[in-house]
């Protein structure tokens, strides 16, 4: 298993916000919950994460136009009733504007991608960008306390953000699939 | 409160609905879907790919929720005496803000709003070629879409958040950082049954023929400063499509505002105006 997937799962992250702050950050769904909202009918998931050799990384950036953070790939194969196979669920993280969103996708046993789901986002700005002290807060202390009230979640209005990098990154983990499973 | 976000409309689209409540946030998302279908301005086989295509002077069946936006825009368009006007899209592949799409003959989308016709409640004709893009009032539609498909489904409250352009409805408020170009926030709001959105063009710049322009602007206009401008309003569409406005011409904004149940929202403490 991919260890910021693990470390993620191990928080049994809620939400954690920081409300003084000009940071915004959200969990919206731990990794399980992801695989389970997005093949809902699926009875079970068989882990088949796995560590992409150098050419496999050449073959897909050349299909995809863009690069990997790193060689491993967080992926889970979802088994129905029987074992019957209903497709797959990729774990996968893009740079934002500043900071890294993890997002999950869903492949049918075709290998066409049936669903995404924003896992966590955050985001930093200007000063907090460089302050060691201020990024700390994201290492997850403060993930581990108990749920905030939703009152405390800030909503951002301004600067709209691009989606351009997750949607990037699908077309990325659509030519990992290919590679790894033979379709795509 | 369930939160969940997606990537839709070229941002991050965010529902929230109170525990119990989930099947409401896919109906919300499922509206939000259809809407990028009909009015992206990329896809090859929306409302808007449709339009281009037809020969001027040709009616085309449109869904019904582009023929609710295209009446709007239109709306819009005739009390902002032209400012406002969907068919910018000629204007935005020039200066770069859009690609250019497959098939067709830019110097030939001369057609303004004026030039958009909607004939019935199900079809429109534009009488001259042109571009339309829904870019200035669709992320806003889209969120009112949401919202009426979760009360459709049996919520009762929610906030819809669509790249910043959110409504909220039900009895809970919901706290609302809007940030500046920089990153700081410039305002905060607490945001219950109304819908807020607001726009600065601080990265939407580029410069033609050695003068900056931005989109809903265009030439021999002053570019507004660095400050993001924010408007609340009954519901979303609205709120988002006078943003645009309010950048242009803030007078004209608040006015048009006024007659919608709405404001632009200033700078802190000074609402004595807001409803």
Known sequence: MNRSVAWRLALGVTTAIFGSSSGHAVTYMTAAEARAA????????????????????????????????????????????????????YVDQVLGK????????AFDARGAVTGIEILDYRETYGDEIRNPRWRAQFRGKALGAELKLDRDIR????????????????????????????RA | MIRRCRPLLGTFVEIAAPPGCAATVEAGFAAVAQVHRLMSFHGEDSDLARLRRAPAGTPVVLAPETMAVLRLALALHRESAGLFDVAIGARLVRTGFLPLPAGVELAACTGTSADLELRDDRRAVCHRPMLLDLGGIAKGFAVDRALAAMRAAGADGGLVNAGGDMRAFGEHAFPVDIRGARGHVERRWSLRDQALASSDNAASRRRRWGRTVTPHIGFGRPLKNRRVVAVVAPDCATADALTKIAMADPPLAARMLRERGGFVLGPAASEAHAA
């Open chain 1, 38 to 89: 997005l093949v809902p009918d699926a009875q079970s998931f068989v882990d088949r994460s796995a560590t992409l050799s150098a050419d496999q990384r050449t073959a897909i950036r050349r299909a995809s136009g863009t690069s990997a953070r790193g060689p491993k790939v967080s992926v889970w194969e979802a088994r129905g009733s029987g074992g019957r196979l209903l497709g797959w669920v």
């Open chain 1, 98 to 105: 500043h900071e890294y969103i993890t997002y999950a996708v």
């Open chain 1, 155 to 182: 909503n951002i209005s301004g600067a709209t953000l691009s989606c351009r990098h997750v949607t990037d990154g699908v077309k990325r983990l659509l030519a990992t699939h290919a590679t790894l499973f033979g």
